[in-house]
């Protein structure tokens, strides 16, 4: 018997998808290097954490609990939560990866936003689904358009809130009115991996939502605020039926040892949060009034990064910028495959390198 194919093939598909890929980590022949591509938080985990991780060593040749019982248990604490309302993951991206995977197949639709994050997308094909795409204004969230975007089609629509990479955020009344204006059957996603940080009155992460309908989910992480992103820790709270769907096809120990002892210490030190917090805060108005007054253009965010809109001008654009700042040793984001050509992403960092970057943006934009 022969075949005309020579090798495996993968299923109609999925070399469609364009793989995610991370921001840079490295500047060649650069002697310090300077990170601020990823969001990582610059203060690292809580001392408690640490503590708690390492302690987890002593045990390694035990499996994990496959409930993460501990790690439910406080986020439950310290949120005011159910823990029967918690699955926690390898970090939120599994648990959009689930969500896609249990209520998305072929023929379904799920709604994502232009400059929305590039997992969802990612998920959604990988699912067999077709992603919507819906504009937005000023690099924000249109609902609007999301609504009007809803066919019979769709089963999901994916909203980061607050977003990235722009920092904006979507306020808690157009976020009824989106939920309000879904059917039933449409699950809504709200990703906030970046709630910790929001100081708006406006604002809600999703809990409120989540706790009164049947149809809305929010995902959270532990790799921003909470500096545990190399234990990839993420969780998800929801409704008792998605949790209980979620549960049926999660690997069974899908959360190690150290990263469920970690997240735990680490969600309740609610001090070392706290400052990790005011330390954003003062940072994020200071960098955004720095290179605003260099002329460049921020778009306001309330998160725990900028982005960086650069003039249309020859030697002043994104990618000029992103190799000049290389060159001394501080790597942004480049964010060409969220839509914007000629913009960085800039982590806020310690100190040292915010204050460098400024000076480094300073010499680009008058040489």
């Known amino acids: 018997m022969s075949s005309a194919t020579t090798h495996p093939i993968p299923r109609p598909g999925i070399l469609d998808i364009a ?17 601020l591509s990823s969001n990582e938080t ?23 609990d496959g409930q993460a019982h501990e790690l439910r248990a406080a986020i439950a ?55 919507v795409t819906v504009k937005e204004v000023d690099c924000r969230v249109d609902v609007d358009a999301i609504l009007a975007a809803v066919t019979e089609k769709t089963k999901m629509v994916f909203l980061a809130n607050p977003a990235n990479p722009t920092g904006t955020f979507v306020p808690v009344a157009d976020v009824r009115r989106l939920h309000a204006g879904l059917p039933k059957s449409v699950v809504l996603v709200l990703d906030a991996a970046y709630a910790e940080y929001v100081r708006r009155n406006d604002y809600e992460a ?40 979620l549960n049926r096809v999660r690997g069974p120990f899908n959360l190690n040892a150290p990263a469920i002892a970690a997240g735990a210490a680490a969600v309740r030190d609610r001090a070392f949060t706290a400052e ?58 480049a964010v060409r495959g969220y839509g914007f050509p000629n913009a960085l992403r800039l982590s806020i960092g310690t100190p040292e390198a915010n204050d460098g970057v400024v000076a480094a943006l300073t010499d680009f934009m008058r040489a």
Not at 19 to 35: F, L, R
Not at 320 to 327: G, K, P, Q, V
């Open 206 to 245: 999703g809990i409120e939502l989540v706790s009164s309908n049947d149809n809305v989910v929010m995902t959270r992480t532990f790799s921003k605020i909470y500096g545990l992103a190399a234990l990839r820790i993420g969780w998800v709270y929801g409704p008792l039926a998605i949790i209980d769907a």
């Open 19 to 35: 793989a995610y890929v991370p921001g840079k980590e490295t500047a060649p022949g650069v002697e310090k290097v300077y990170k």
């Open 77 to 131: 604490e310290v949120y005011g939560l159910n823990a029967a309302n918690i699955l926690c993951g390898n970090g939120s991206d599994e648990l959009l990866g689930l969500l896609a995977h249990v209520y998305l197949g072929p023929g379904d639709e799920a709604i994502i936003t232009e400059h929305g994050f590039l997992v969802y997308k990612i998920q959604i094909m990988a699912a067999g689904a077709t992603p």
């Open 276 to 333: 990790a917090v005011d330390f954003n805060a003062h940072w994020l108005d200071r960098l955004t009034d720095a290179l605003s007054a260099l002329g460049l253009r921020v778009t306001p965010s309330v998160a725990n990064f900028v982005l960086i809109h650069f003039p249309d001008i020859d030697g002043k654009r994104a990618a000029e910028a992103d190799e000049f700042l290389s060159r001394r040793g501080y790597i942004l984001r």
């Open 42 to 64: 610059p203060l690292g985990a809580s001392p408690k954490a640490l503590a708690a991780f390492q302690a987890a060593a002593a045990s390694l040749e035990r499996y994990p």
